[in-house]
């Protein structure tokens, strides 16, 4: 995982084209990270958002239950003043309205933070791989040079329009 | 002639053996991946249980169903879970240390038995060449 230190100068063309490919994959599967993160991020803020709304809501407001995407049900709330977390492994927490916008609060925040490292590397990745992207191309013009060089002698008279 | 075909054949048995230890540190390594992802998880839970109160509801998904449980018992057994998963990893990484061993052995062996082939094809190749110029 970690940066190679070795010298990307010692590195020939099919090398480097090697560790271009690696690092776009890895940039790759980043940003797909970083897509799920933010819409896990979302779905907390939007899970918080829902507890604040409850609070607002009176016992024995109706309501319809979403059973499917399109069939409703109506009910009624029966209690607004505490909700089940699900904090994961198949644990459930009952706390009350605060506790529960508390928690998808920090939630985002764990998940805001966790974007921000995944942000951090992947700049680090970006740079690397304009790196490898700019010796590269020097590398070809090298071997562009010399091959010109090596037909200028013989065939000078013909390269030249 | 059936040296250099037993010699092959030793160089294919290696390489097989090498092939297979390097499957084996892959899977180590989604194992490895696995538990660290459900330390994790259980780190949190741990985390959210202990900011409960000791009269708190907790609930375990059994199935479909919630079954109420005692905060303190829940976080003895996500703290159990850890410590299982704990020795889990250090299992798998002192497996992986001796595969890493294994392998680097079996691979000074393949480049010496490989050395050996090569020599053996070259001997070969000017027993057969002064053959052709002695007939």
């Known amino acids: ?161 | 002639m059936s040296a250099a075909q037993s010699l092959q054949q030793q160089l294919q048995a290696s390489l097989d053996e090498f092939r297979q230890i390097q499957l084996d540190v892959q899977q180590n390594h989604r194992l490895r991946q696995q538990s660290m992802q459900q330390q994790h998880e259980n780190e949190m839970v741990l985390q959210e249980l202990k900011l409960l109160a000791d009269d708190a509801a907790v609930y375990k998904m059994i199935g479909p169903a919630l079954v109420r449980q005692e905060p303190g018992e829940a976080a003895a057994n996500v703290g159990k879970r850890l410590e299982f998963i704990g020795g889990e990893l250090r299992r798998l990484d002192g497996q992986l240390a001796q595969l890493e061993e294994k392998q680097a052995k079996k691979q000074a062996q393949l480049v010496k038995l490989q050395q050996e082939a090569q020599k053996a094809q070259q001997a070969a190749a000017q027993a057969g060449a002064a053959a052709l110029g002695a007939s």
Not at chain 1, 58 to 78: H, N
Not at chain 1, 133 to 161: I, N, S, T, V
Request: glycine share 10%.
């Open chain 1, 1 to 161: 995982m970690a940066g190679e230190p070795v010298s990307l100068n010692a590195l020939g063309p099919q090398e480097l084209v090697q560790v271009r490919q690696q690092l776009e994959q890895e940039l790759q599967t980043m940003t797909q990270n970083a897509v799920a993160l933010q819409g896990t991020a979302g779905k907390f803020a939007a899970a918080g958002q829902a507890v604040e709304y409850l609070q607002e809501q009176k016992q024995g407001q109706p309501v319809l239950l979403p059973l499917t995407e399109s069939l409703y049900v109506g009910g009624a709330l029966e209690s607004v003043d505490s909700v089940l977390l699900e904090v994961g492994t198949g644990y459930f927490v009952e706390r009350d309205i605060e506790g529960g916008v508390d928690y998808c609060r920090r939630k985002v925040l764990f998940v805001k933070d966790k974007l921000e490292q995944l942000s951090q590397l992947v700049k680090q990745r970006q740079a690397m791989l304009a790196q490898v992207d700019a010796l590269l191309d020097q590398r070809m013009g090298e071997q562009q040079a010399a091959g010109q060089q090596a037909a200028a002698g013989p065939a000078a008279a013909g390269q030249k329009k």
